[in-house]
C-alpha cells in the first residue's frame, strides 16, 4: 500500500476535470461534517482510486479529495432518530441508505456518507470496493507467500549445496591423505619384501589363524551395520515414514473412490439427462438439470487432475511431495462452496422433477445401472459434501506424521488452514441438509406429496403411531373401547410432527402412505392443544376413564371452515407425555412469533426475525461464547462454544426458547455440569428474577420512557416486589368448566404516542360466531385496544364491552389468528400518559401470557406500567416451560436420582402456595406435579425381568415346534425390551469403551451380552443336527425369521441371525449350503447387504430413515457414532468453554435413539418361545462349535 502521495495543485485540478468527464460514479451524496448530527449535501466524483466532492454539479474546482487506495466500505447503521416528527419526515429517514468508509491510515478519521436510494447506495459501495484495489492488494498477498515459500526452497538447496561442496572438500582432502599413506605403504612393502621373501614358508596354522580373524572382523562388521538397520527400522522417525506413506496411500484409494462416484455421477446421470433435456418431448429442462448438478462436471474434471498427480507422486516412491499439489488444487475448491449453498436447492428441484412420472420412471432406469450399485442419485449428490472434510482429516494425519523440519511442512500446513476455513463456511450452509433429506424422503413415502414439506424452515421434530378416535356431531366421543380389534386397525396412523405443520396418514398394505382427506395436513397455528380432559366435561370424563387418560385433542379452527376436533390415543403415557411437549412447544414458538409480529406490524413495521437479527447482541462472539450461521428453530444463529455460566443463562433467556436448545442442553447437560445447578438456576430465576436475570438479558425489554408514571407507582413496600405475582406459561392445557369459553389478547395502541403500551386482558366470547357478553359489565376508563380476529378488509369502528373480570375462566392454549387488527372499543382514544413499551416487552407479555386471564386485585392499566411485573410474569413462563419440557421427556433424570425429584417436588409446590397465583398457573404447575409424583406402576411395557420369570416355571419348547413368526415376533419383543430399557445417559463419554463398563453402562453392556446370546443359539441350534438335510432346514427357518424380523423393522434381529450364520464354524460347512435352496441363499445376500458395515452402515441408515417407528436399530452403529464424535472432538475448547456444536450433535444421535425407544410394538408375550430363546443351556461355546463343526464335516487332506 503507498503510505504518502506528492501532487500540485495542477495535478489535482486535471484529475478533478477528468472525473467530472469521466468518472467511475458521479451523483449527490449526503457527507456527515465534524459535528454530530449535520449532514451536507455534496457533488461526488469518483475517478480511478481517487474520490473528489464539489459544492454543487457545476463547481469546477473540487472542495476536498479521498485516496480510496486500501480503505474499506461497509454498510452503516441509521442513527437514532431524535427530534424527527411524524409523517413523511420518519419514512424519509427510513429510505435513507448509510455506508462508512473506513481508510487504512493512521489518524484518518471514517468518512460517513448516505444517499436517498437504496439501490444507489450499493452501487456506490461497490464502485468504492473496487476503487481500493482490494482484490490487487489480496492477490499481491497471495503472490508474496508463494514468493516467500519459493524464496525458502532455494535458501534450502543453497544450503544443501554448500553442505555437498564442503563434503566434497573434505572428501579431497582425505583422498590425498589415503594416497599419501598407500606411497608410504609401498615403500614399507619394498622394504619388507627380502623378509616376506622368507617367510613365504610361514606355518599353515599361522593362516588358519588370520583367515578366522579376517572373517571375525567381517562379521562383526555386518552385524553393526545390521544393528544400525535394525535401530533405524525400529526409530520413531522410520514408523513416522511409514505411517505417513500409509496414509498416502490410502488417501489415492480414497481419491480413485470418489472419482469413480464423480464419473458415476456426470456419466450415468448429468449426460444422460443432458440428451433427455434435448429430445422432443423432453422429461426435464435444462435449467434443472443445471440447477441440480451445478458444478458436477468441473469438480470430476478437478479431481481427476489431482488424482493424476497423486498417482505421479505414488510412481516416484518412497519420495512424496505432496505440498504442490494442493497448492494447485486450493485455488480451485471455491466451487464446492457455490455446490454447497446450491445442494438443498438442488435436492428441491429434484423432488420436483419427480412428480413427472416420465422423469421418476427415467431416473429409476437410470439408478437401476449396475455401475450406481443400488444408490440412488441423491446419494451421489451428497459424496462432494464430505470431501472438503475429508482432506482436512488427511491432511492432519500428514502433518502429525512429518518432521518440523520437513521441506513441505509449512505449505501442508498452509493447505490445512485454507481447507478448514472453506469447511467452516461449508458446515454452516450445510447444517440444515438432514432435515432436508428427512423432509423429502417423508413426501416420496406420500402419495400425494405435501408441498409443505419443501419448505426449508420446516423441520422435522418427531414421527410415530396413534390411534385416531372417531368422533361424531357436537365433538361427542363415540363410545369405543381401547382394546377394540377395529380401532387399533382402522384408527391407526402414522404422524409426523414438523415445527409448522402436524400431518396425519394412513398406511396402505402396499406400505405406501395417504394423507387424511379432512384433517391429513394441520397447521399448528389454526390448532389448539387439550392434553387432559377437565374433569368438569362429561364427555372428556367419559373419555378418560375409556383410554386410560392415553388420549390428548386437537382443536382445529380453520378460517374457511368450521372448526373440527382431532382425538389421538397414545400407545402409552410416556408417548402421550413426549407427542404434547413437542407439540405445545411447537404451538409456543408458532405463538410468539406470530404476536411479537402483530405487536410490531403497527408500530415500527419490524418483523420478528428481522428485529432478532437486528440486534448485535442477541448473536454476537464474546470470551465466553461462539456463534455460528446457521439458525435454529427461533431464527437465531446456534451457539458453537459458551462456557456453562452462559448456556444456563440462554436456557432462561426471557426473550426466546428454542426447541433444538432446550433438547440438545437436556440431553448433554451431565458432560459440563450437573442437575442440581440446573434446577437452582430455574429456582433463582423464580424467585429472584431481578438478581438472576443478567442485565444484557433485560435491557432490550424497555425504551428509555418520557413517562415517569410507572416509576413512581412502585415503592419499597409495593406488593409487586415480592414473588406473589407470575405468569402463566403459554401451555397446551385442558379445558375449564366451560368448554365454549377462549381467550383473547388486548393491546394498547395509543394513537397520539410513539410506542403502544400493552394491556394483557381477557374477554369471554364464544365458540361459534355469533357472541354474547354480560349487558352489566362497562369499559374502563382507560379503554384497551382489542387485539381480535377479524377480515383484513372490515373498516369502522365497533364497540366490544369488557366482560366482567369475575367471569373470566382461561381455557385452552389459542392459537394466533391468521388476520388480526386493532379497534378501538366504544369508539374512544387510548390515554396517552401509559408509559412507553418497548416491541421487546411486547414480546415478553405476549410470550409470557397470551390469552391468560387477569388476576383480580391489580388493575391492568398498573400492570403494563409494572416493569418488575412483565419480567416476574416472563421469568416464572421460562421455569415452568423447561420444567414441564425436562418432566415429560426426560423422566429418567427423577428416577434414577431421587434427591432431584424431591427438590423439583418442593420448587413446585412453592409455587402453588402462592396465595396469588393464577388459575391457569396453578392448573399448569399441578399438571406438572402430578405427573412427577405418579407412580411407575402404570407403566404397561413389559421388562426383561419380568418375562423372565414368567418363563422360570415353563416346560421348555423345541425349536422343530415354534414357527418361523412366533420366533421373529418373539425375537423382535425380546430385542426391543432390551434396547427400550438403556437409560440415554449411558450413550454420554464412552463408558461402554471403560474398563469399568459394566458398573458406568450396564444396559448396554446387557445389550450387548443378549446380541451375542441370541447369535450363538442360532448357531448352537442349527449344529445339534446331525444330518445334512436338517441343518439345512434349519439355516432356512433361520433365514425366515431374519426376513419377518426385517419386515418387523427389527434390523438388531436380522444381524443376530446373519452374524451366526456367517461364522466360521457354519460358513465352512459346504455340503449343508449346498442344500439350502437358491431362494434363500438370494434372501440371505440380500439381509446381509441390508445390514451390512459398508460405508458406516449405509443401507441400514437409509432404511432406518425411510421406516416409521417400532423399530429395533443395531446399537453398534450408533455407539461407533459416538465414539467417532468423542474422539474427533474434545468437549471443551482450550479457552475452557462448552463445545456445543459437539453437544448437538450427540443430542441428534441420543433422540434417534430415543425415538426408536419410545415406540413400542404392539406383540403379545409368549412364554414358551421366550423360554427357548432365553435358555443359556441351549448354547455351545465357540470353540466346542468349531470341533463339532470339524467333526460333521472334517478339512479335506491338502
Not at 414480546?843 to 391489580?858: L, Q, R, Y
Not at 438370494?1082 to 425411510?1106: C, Y
Not at 441428534?1148 to 410394538?1161: P, S, W
Request: hydrophobic share 35%; glycine share 4%; with cysteine.
Amino acid at each position: 500500500m503507498q503510505k504518502s502521495v506528492r501532487y500540485n495543485e495542477g495535478h489535482a485540478l486535471y484529475l478533478a476535470f477528468l472525473a467530472r468527464k469521466e468518472g467511475t460514479k458521479r451523483g449527490f451524496l449526503s457527507k456527515k461534517a465534524a459535528e454530530a448530527s449535520r449532514w451536507h449535501e455534496k457533488w461526488f466524483a469518483l475517478y480511478q482510486n481517487v474520490l473528489f466532492y464539489f459544492e454543487g454539479e457545476q463547481s469546477g474546482r473540487p472542495a476536498g479529495m479521498y485516496l480510496l487506495e486500501g480503505c474499506s466500505c461497509e454498510r452503516a447503521p441509521a442513527p437514532p432518530r431524535t427530534g424527527v416528527g411524524p409523517g413523511g419526515s420518519r419514512e424519509a429517514l427510513d429510505k435513507q441508505y448509510y455506508f462508512t468508509v473506513l481508510f487504512g491510515h493512521e489518524g484518518q478519521k471514517p468518512l460517513e456518507l448516505r444517499c436517498e436510494e437504496e439501490q444507489d447506495g450499493k452501487e456506490w459501495m461497490e464502485a468504492i470496493h473496487q476503487a481500493s484495489y482490494a482484490d490487487i492488494l489480496i492477490e499481491r498477498e497471495v503472490l508474496m507467500q508463494k514468493y516467500i515459500h519459493l524464496v525458502q526452497i532455494v535458501e534450502t538447496e543453497k544450503i544443501a549445496a554448500n553442505q555437498l561442496r564442503h563434503q566434497l572438500e573434505d572428501q579431497d582432502t582425505e583422498i590425498e591423505r589415503l594416497k599419501s599413506e598407500i606411497i608410504a605403504l609401498n615403500k614399507t612393502k619394498e622394504r619388507m619384501r627380502p623378509y616376506q621373501s622368507n617367510q613365504e614358508d610361514e606355518d599353515p596354522d599361522i593362516k588358519k589363524i588370520k583367515k578366522v580373524q579376517s572373517f571375525m572382523r567381517g562379521w562383526l562388521c555386518r552385524r553393526k551395520w545390521k544393528t544400525i538397520v535394525q535401530d533405524y527400522i525400529c526409530s520413531p522417525h522410520a514408523e513416522s515414514m511409514r505411517k505417513r506413506n500409509q496414509i498416502v496411500f490410502t488417501m489415492v484409494e480414497a481419491e480413485s473412490e470418489y472419482v469413480h462416484q464423480l464419473y458415476v455421477l456426470v456419466n450415468g446421470f448429468l449426460r444422460p439427462l443432458r440428451m433427455a433435456a434435448s429430445s422432443k418431448k423432453p422429461p426435464i429442462s435444462h435449467d434443472d438439470v443445471s440447477s441440480i448438478f451445478l458444478n458436477s462436471e468441473t469438480i470430476m474434471f478437478l479431481h481427476e487432475i489431482f488424482h493424476q498427480g497423486l498417482k505421479a507422486r505414488i510412481a516416484n516412491w518412497p519420495t512424496l511431495i505432496l505440498a504442490d499439489l494442493f497448492d494447485i488444487l486450493l485455488p480451485m475448491l471455491n466451487i464446492y462452496q457455490e455446490f454447497v449453498r446450491n445442494h438443498q436447492y438442488s435436492l428441491q428441484v429434484l423432488a420436483n422433477c419427480k412428480q413427472n412420472r416420465d422423469f421418476d420412471k427415467l431416473l429409476k432406469q437410470y439408478e437401476a445401472n449396475p455401475a450406481c450399485e443400488g444408490r440412488m442419485l441423491e446419494t451421489f449428490l451428497t459424496y462432494p459434501m464430505f470431501q472438503i472434510p475429508r482432506y482436512i482429516i488427511t491432511l492432519h494425519e500428514l502433518l502429525a506424521h512429518t518432521p518440523h523440519e520437513h521441506v513441505e511442512r509449512k505449505s501442508l500446513e498452509f493447505a490445512k488452514s485454507k481447507l478448514e476455513e472453506l469447511s467452516r463456511i461449508m458446515h454452516d450452509e450445510v447444517s440444515d441438509t438432514e432435515n432436508i433429506r428427512k423432509n423429502l424422503a417423508i413426501e416420496r413415502m406420500i402419495v400425494e406429496g405435501c408441498d409443505i414439506l419443501l419448505d426449508t424452515s420446516q423441520t422435522f421434530i418427531r414421527q410415530g403411531s396413534l390411534i385416531q378416535v372417531p368422533s361424531v356431531e357436537k365433538g361427542k366421543l363415540s363410545k369405543v373401547r381401547l382394546g377394540s380389534l377395529s380401532l387399533k386397525k382402522e384408527g391407526e396412523r402414522q404422524c409426523f410432527l414438523f415445527t409448522k405443520h402436524f400431518l396425519i396418514c394412513t398406511r396402505s398394505s402396499g406400505g405406501k402412505l395417504h394423507l387424511l382427506k379432512t384433517g391429513g395436513v394441520l397447521s399448528l397455528i389454526e390448532c389448539t392443544l387439550v392434553e387432559e380432559p377437565d374433569a368438569s366435561d362429561d364427555d372428556s370424563k367419559g373419555s378418560g376413564q375409556v383410554f386410560g387418560h392415553l388420549d390428548f385433542k386437537l382443536v382445529v379452527e380453520p378460517p374457511d371452515a368450521a372448526p373440527f376436533t382431532v382425538v389421538l390415543l397414545a400407545p402409552s403415557r410416556q408417548e402421550k407425555a413426549a407427542w404434547t411437549s413437542d407439540i405445545s412447544q411447537c404451538v409456543d414458538n408458532i405463538r410468539c412469533n406470530g404476536l411479537m409480529t402483530i405487536v410490531f406490524e403497527e408500530n415500527s413495521k419490524v418483523t420478528v426475525p428481522h428485529m432478532i437479527k437486528s440486534d448485535a447482541r442477541l448473536h454476537k462472539d464474546d470470551t465466553d461464547i461462539c456463534f455460528s450461521k446457521t439458525l435454529n428453530s427461533c431464527k437465531v444463529p446456534q451457539i458453537r462454544y459458551a462456557s456453562v455460566e452462559r448456556l444456563l443463562e440462554r436456557l432462561t433467556d426471557l426473550r426466546f426458547l428454542s426447541i433444538d436448545f432446550l433438547n440438545t442442553f437436556l440431553h448433554t447437560y451431565r458432560i459440563f455440569t450437573t442437575a442440581a445447578m440446573v434446577l437452582a438456576k430455574l429456582s433463582d430465576i423464580y424467585k429472584r428474577p431481578f438478581t438472576s436475570i443478567p442485565v444484557r438479558s433485560l435491557e432490550l425489554f424497555f425504551a428509555t420512557s418520557q413517562n415517569n408514571r410507572g416509576e413512581h407507582l412502585v415503592d419499597g413496600k409495593s406488593p409487586r416486589l415480592c414473588r406473589k405475582l407470575s405468569s402463566p406459561p403459554p401451555l397446551a392445557v385442558s379445558r375449564t368448566s366451560s368448554p365454549v369459553r377462549a381467550r383473547k389478547l388486548s393491546l394498547t395502541s395509543p394513537l397520539n404516542s410513539r410506542i403502544g403500551a400493552l394491556d394483557l386482558s381477557t374477554a369471554s366470547a364464544a365458540s361459534s360466531p355469533p357472541v354474547t357478553h354480560s349487558p352489566a359489565a362497562s369499559p374502563p376508563p382507560h379503554t384497551a385496544a382489542v387485539l381480535e380476529s377479524a377480515p383484513m378488509d372490515r373498516a369502522g369502528v365497533e364497540s366490544s364491552p369488557a366482560a366482567d373480570v369475575t367471569e373470566l375462566s382461561p381455557c385452552r392454549s389459542p392459537s394466533t389468528p391468521r388476520h388480526l387488527r386493532y379497534r378501538q372499543p366504544g369508539g374512544q382514544m387510548a390515554d396517552s400518559s401509559h408509559c412507553s413499551v418497548s416491541p421487546a416487552s411486547a414480546f415478553a407479555i405476549a410470550t409470557a401470557a397470551a390469552g391468560h386471564g387477569s388476576p383480580p386485585g391489580f388493575n391492568n392499566t398498573d400492570r403494563i406500567c409494572d416493569k418488575e411485573f412483565i419480567i416476574r410474569r416472563t421469568a416464572t413462563n421460562r421455569v415452568l416451560n423447561v420444567l414441564r419440557h425436562w418432566v415429560s421427556k426426560h423422566a429418567q433424570d427423577f428416577e434414577l436420582n431421587n434427591e432431584l425429584k424431591m427438590n423439583v417436588l418442593n420448587l413446585l409446590e412453592e409455587v402453588l402456595r402462592d396465595p396469588d397465583l393464577l388459575p391457569q398457573e396453578r392448573k399448569a404447575t399441578a399438571n406438572i406435579l402430578r405427573a412427577l409424583s405418579q407412580d411407575d406402576q402404570d407403566d404397561i411395557h413389559l421388562k426383561l425381568e419380568d418375562i423372565i420369570q414368567l418363563t422360570d416355571c415353563l416346560k421348555a419348547e423345541c425349536f422343530e415346534t415354534l414357527s418361523a413368526m412366533e420366533l421373529a415376533e418373539q425375537i423382535t419383543l425380546l430385542d426391543h425390551i432390551i434396547f427400550r430399557s438403556i437409560p440415554y445417559e449411558e450413550f454420554l463419554g464412552q463408558g461402554w469403551m471403560k474398563p469399568d463398563k459394566n458398573e458406568r453402562t450396564p444396559y448396554i453392556m446387557k445389550t450387548s451380552q443378549h446380541f451375542n446370546d441370541m447369535s450363538n443359539l442360532v448357531a448352537s441350534q442349527i449344529m445339534n443336527y446331525a444330518d445334512v438335510s436338517s441343518r439345512a432346514s434349519a439355516i432356512e427357518k433361520w433365514v425366515a425369521v431374519a426376513d419377518i424380523c426385517r419386515c418387523l423393522h427389527n434390523y438388531n434381529g436380522v444381524l443376530e441371525i446373519t452374524s451366526a450364520l456367517n461364522r466360521s464354524a457354519i460358513y465352512r460347512l459346504k455340503k449343508t449350503w449346498a442344500k439350502v435352496s437358491k431362494q434363500t441363499k438370494a434372501l440371505m445376500d440380500k439381509l446381509q447387504k441390508t445390514v451390512s458395515s459398508e460405508g458406516r452402515f449405509k443401507n441400514l441408515r437409509e432404511a432406518l430413515k425411510n421406516c416409521n417407528p417400532p423399530a429395533v436399530p443395531y446399537l453398534g452403529m450408533y455407539l461407533t457414532d459416538l465414539a467417532f464424535i468423542e474422539e474427533g472432538t474434545p468437549n471443551f475448547t482450550e479457552e475452557g468453554l462448552v463445545n456445543f456444536s459437539k453437544m448437538r450433535m450427540i443430542s441428534h444421535i441420543v433422540r434417534e435413539i430415543r425415538q426408536f425407544q419410545q415406540t413400542a410394538y404392539r406383540i403379545d408375550h409368549q412364554p414358551k418361545v421366550t423360554q427357548y430363546l432365553l435358555d443359556k443351556a441351549l448354547i455351545i461355546d465357540e470353540d466346542t462349535l468349531y470341533d463339532l463343526s470339524l467333526k460333521i464335516e472334517p478339512r479335506l487332506p491338502a
